[in-house]
């Protein structure tokens, strides 16, 4: 039996209105409005306690080099394709950790396709330089694609979201590759390579390159983290153009080796 007083069966007393019915806010409309105002006090919250971007500048009193790069690959290769990279671009990281592998064992290595890796970092990206750094340093001694897979499948560990110090899980990764870590904290310590980084930072300005990675396929430029379908589609086509002349920036040293010629 129902109680006295209580609209049977609705489980209210008789005279009341919903507020659905008055059409005013119900009790969900102001829990979401409180839920929103909570996501944006916690947002503003992070963006304050974020660290302030580091930029490192181009430092014009450094003596302007040749842009090379890194190649990999046969020298007789149809096709070459210059990768302008950025090792902190978490779209860069993408390409080389699930794209890449397959364009090596499916392109590279059966002479179709040679690269050629171009740093090119970013003002947005706080460490990039220091691992274009580390990479270059590691070049001295014959690995820079390991050192190369190794930085972008450990991005997590050194980019700008994660330390302000990133020599240090740069060092790390440079040990687990079997660097002489004399040699490469000392080519460390003297920024030895910070010129020919800039170099190829300046030469993708000069080509007008607006984001990381960008492929240059024989001379047709592809923006983005293309899937392997897609980068070999590229390559098929610029193989198959007559005449092809590659794009090349420089006669293509041995595999891991700087180039020694410069960019047209």
């Known amino acids: 039996m129902a109680r006295k007083g209580v609209d049977r069966g609705r489980g209210r007393r008789p005279g009341v209105v919903s507020s659905a019915k008055r059409g ?18 916690v947002a503003l919250a992070w963006a304050a306690s974020r660290p302030k971007t580091q930029v490192t500048q181009i430092d014009p009193n450094l003596p302007p ?10 020298p007789s290769a149809p096709v070459e394709v210059i990768e302008f990279a950025d090792f902190e671009c978490p779209a860069c990281g993408q ?3 699930i794209t890449e592998p397959q364009v090596r064992s499916e392109l590279v290595n059966t002479g179709k ?3 050629r ?22 070049n001295d001694q014959g690995k820079f694609w390991e050192m190369h897979d190794a930085i972008f ?22 040990k687990q590759v079997g660097l002489d870590m004399d040699k ?8 030895t390579h910070r010129a020919q980084i800039q170099a190829t930072a300046r030469e993708g ?42 794009d090349s920036m420089a006669a293509p040293a041995a595999a891991g080796n700087v180039s020694s010629k410069p960019a047209p």
């Open 24 to 41: 005013g806010p119900g009790r969900g409309f102001w829990l979401a409005l409180a839920a929103i105002a909570i996501v944006g006090l």
């Open 65 to 74: 080099l040749k842009a090379e790069g890194y190649v990999l690959g046969s």
């Open 95 to 97: 390409f080389a950790v």
């Open 113 to 115: 396709v040679r690269v």
């Open 117 to 138: 890796f171009m740093d090119f970092p970013l003002q947005m990206h706080r460490n990039t330089w220091d691992a274009s750094l580390a990479a270059a340093c590691a």
């Open 153 to 174: 499948a450990n991005q997590d560990r050194w980019n700008g979201e994660t330390t302000s110090r990133p020599r240090g899980p740069l060092s790390d990764i440079a």
């Open 184 to 191: 490469y904290g000392a080519c460390m310590d003297n920024d």
């Open 205 to 246: 300005e000069r080509r007008g390159i607006g984001q990381t990675p960008t492929f240059i396929f024989n001379g047709t430029v592809v923006p983005g983290a293309l899937p392997f379908d897609a980068y070999k589609r590229y390559a098929d086509q610029a193989a198959s153009a007559v005449p092809a002349k590659p």
